[in-house]
């Protein structure tokens, strides 16, 4: 699935602005407007999310003996399991002759290149050279990068010096199962991570699959953003007396309770509601991937049932189209709604993939107007602004602290619970 973009009658497509330009602006946000999506090396906000860990691939997609290639940040790397079963990342090309890494051979938890055979070691040392005497690495290496792997994601730092601390984020606690879902959304990451501080979009764009009901008036007379030493916090009251709670952490994750996909919930099948973390990672300056990582809370006796409908659920998703195929669709001829599709098995993805995607794979936010429901939005890009400025200025910017276990209450409601 390409992103949208070209001669699309629905994708904007914005040059990154130098960041020289961007430091004149007097506005703190007004500096970094036009600058937010880019993440590419070189650029300021690729920097700063080069400070954090960033989620690189499923555990299960990357299998012992197997490589494959992935973009992360306008960048591409080779990412291998070796037989130990531990995985690696290192870069995309060979340095002998440029050739790409990936299509070579995992040998044991080392990869060798598919043209001339030099392998190399998950730390990115070269072993072995085999048409030079002695057949000896002689000292070459190719870039590596710290890896790690955590509720069902290899995790990856990209960034200078020593990594930070890991996991960036506590476990769940409580019995159950972790699901992990990958999602191709074809938006820039920070339309995603917006969204994410809009919480009242829900009540609209989720509309047809009825899985996101609270009191929207009380919602956003209550809506409370608080900035602490690990994240921000929000709380608003949802109605029938239950305060909705999320925590969202920097560069791009947020924690929270999260209505079950509607595949799931129309087979009346586990919870209604998962613990759940979901990271948006970017791919390029108009794609990114948005992971999520779940608990799904159950009792032992409940399991075998789960998994049997959760598996038949896997069968419809791989053979379903994808939910930036349905929404790319629907954008460009309309001659298809929500209402047209709401037996998809990942419904709310197609719905937040038509709301993302109708601003364009890169949004014009020189032509909005905020409003009430853009409290979250606007003090994300401040907080973004300002960590920025730091960056810019020479300054290490904040040293958010990890997160403690949070314990997350106040989910939205399914229509049918109404």
């Not at 070189?42 to 490589?67: E, H, N, T």
């Not at 972790?178 to 009242?200: C, H, M, S």
């Not at 290490?396 to 399914?414: D, F, Q, S, V």
């Amino acid at each position: 699935m390409q992103p949208l973009q070209g001669d699309d009658p629905v994708s904007t497509v914005l040059e990154p602005t130098p960041a020289h330009a961007a430091r004149s602006s007097r506005d703190p946000v007004g500096r970094y407007l036009d600058e937010f999506p880019f993440t590419g090396p070189g650029r300021v906000v690729g920097d700063y999310l080069r400070r954090f860990w960033q989620p690189v691939s499923r555990s299960v997609d990357i299998p012992a003996g197997k490589a494959k290639p992935i973009t992360v940040m306008n960048a591409r790397y080779t990412l291998y399991r070796g037989a130990s079963g531990e995985a690696f990342v290192v870069d995309h090309h060979c340095p002998h002759r440029g050739t790409q890494l990936s299509v070579g051979y995992v040998e044991g938890d080392e990869i060798r290149c598919l043209y001339h055979g030099w392998k190399f070691r998950g730390d990115g040392l070269c072993t072995e050279r085999p048409g030079e005497k002695g057949k000896s690495g002689g000292g070459m290496r190719t870039g590596a990068y710290p890896t790690r792997e955590f509720l069902g994601l290899v995790y990856a730092y990209f960034g200078e010096g020593e990594a930070p601390a890991f996991p960036p984020y506590p476990a769940f606690e409580g019995e159950g199962i972790i699901e992990v879902y990958a999602t191709l959304l074809p938006v820039n990451w920070f339309q995603g991570w917006e969204n994410d501080w809009d919480p009242f979009h829900a009540s609209f764009t989720h509309r047809a699959g009825g899985l996101h009901e609270i009191d929207y008036d009380a919602a956003i007379a209550s809506e409370k953003n608080e900035e602490l030493d690990y994240g921000v916090r929000r709380t608003m009251d949802i109605g029938d007396g239950e305060t909705n709670t999320a925590i969202l952490l920097m560069p791009a994750t947020v924690q929270l309770l999260i209505p079950t996909f509607n595949g799931q919930a129309g087979r009346d099948n586990g919870p209604q509601v998962r613990p759940t973390y979901l990271i948006h990672v970017p791919v390029d300056d108009h794609s990114h991937i948005a992971y999520l990582t779940q608990l799904v809370p159950l009792e032992a006796s409940e399991r075998d049932d789960y998994l049997r409908h959760y598996a038949e659920m896997l069968a419809l998703m791989a053979a379903s189209p994808t939910p930036a195929e349905v929404a790319g669709d629907i954008l460009a001829n309309g001659l298809r709604t929500t209402a047209d599709v709401k037996d998809h098995p990942m419904l709310v993805e197609i719905e937040d993939s038509l709301a993302q995607g109708g601003q364009g794979t890169i949004a014009d936010r020189h032509a909005e107007h905020l409003g009430r429901t853009d409290a979250g939005v606007v003090m994300l890009r401040r907080l973004m602004a300002r960590e920025l400025d730091a960056i810019a200025d020479g300054r290490e910017p904040k040293a958010w602290t990890p997160c403690p276990l949070i314990p997350i209450a106040g989910a939205y409601r399914w229509a049918s619970d109404s």
